[in-house]
């Protein structure tokens, strides 16, 4: 029996591109590749901290992605817009899908399980129209370990006091994915990107474009597909509205 739905945050519930008007703002012509070597270096610093046992929380790796990658760039913002930028991250936009099918579960646990520092959660949900929808909001800080590591899985038990198997886990994070099916929860892929039209859109661009890739298009490639590790996900689901089914068929 379903007893619980964990939702992931950022790039689940919450659209991480929606930083794209920020950072084009601040540097006209570069917001794309900005926002997705942003994203890319974010989660690489995150499993990097994790794997040297030098955990920082996530507010501290956005920044430190964020420097990495205006550095690499060459661009040079002032302290105040370094830090307007790194907001962007606590006033993400939610997916339009994101209420409807939160107000579809509404009779059953629903929690989210985030790499997001506690103070980043507490403005980004307390924020946004799904503070009322969500009961309980997990920071994996409480175990100083980011997600895929099995301790910030166990926080789902920990603080719901339910077991792997009587939850549901809901990710379009490939990792993420892979993760939560290997710790032993029932797994849920939002496929935001499916893999027929990035292939589609791949095709295009390497023809109208000389064989050359958008750095939007290279993210969706990297970071939106299932991992090969075997870790298959119980559910693939192209909205989150789709999640209402599983709850009544338990």
């Not at 084009?24 to 900005?34: C, D, M, N, Q, Y």
């Not at 794997?51 to 690499?72: H, I, K, P, Q, S």
Request: hydrophobic share 45%; glycine share 6%; charged share 25%.
């Amino acid at each position: 029996m379903i007893k619980a739905f964990v939702f992931d945050a950022y790039g689940t519930l919450y659209d991480v591109q929606s930083v794209a008007e920020v950072t084009e703002r601040a540097f006209p012509g570069h917001g794309e590749i900005v926002t997705q070597i942003w994203r890319m270096k974010q989660l690489e610093y995150s499993w990097l901290r994790s794997l040297m046992n030098d955990y920082r929380d996530f507010w501290t790796v956005t920044r430190e992605a964020l420097t990495y990658t205006l550095g690499v760039l060459g661009l040079t913002p002032t302290a105040n817009l370094f830090d307007d930028i790194a907001e962007a991250y606590n006033r993400l936009t939610p997916y339009p899908d994101a209420v409807p099918a939160l107000v579809g579960l509404s009779g059953v646990r629903r929690a989210i399980l985030s790499n997001g520092s506690p103070q980043m959660l507490e403005t980004l949900v307390g924020g946004s129209p799904l503070r009322d929808l969500i009961g309980t909001t997990i920071s994996v800080d409480e175990k100083r370990a980011f997600k895929p590591d099995p301790r910030a899985y166990e926080l789902v038990e920990e603080r719901l006091g339910v077991k792997p198997h009587e939850v549901v886990f809901v990710s379009s994070n490939g990792f993420d994915i892979a993760g939560a099916k290997c710790f032993g929860f029932r797994v849920a892929r939002i496929e935001r990107v499916p893999q027929a039209a990035l292939a589609r859109e791949i095709d295009d661009e390497r023809n109208n474009i000389a064989g050359a890739l958008r750095p939007a298009t290279l993210f969706k490639a990297l970071r939106t597909q299932e991992e090969a590790l075997g870790y298959a996900p119980d559910f693939v689901i192209s909205s989150l509205a789709d999640l209402s089914r599983f709850a009544v068929a338990s």
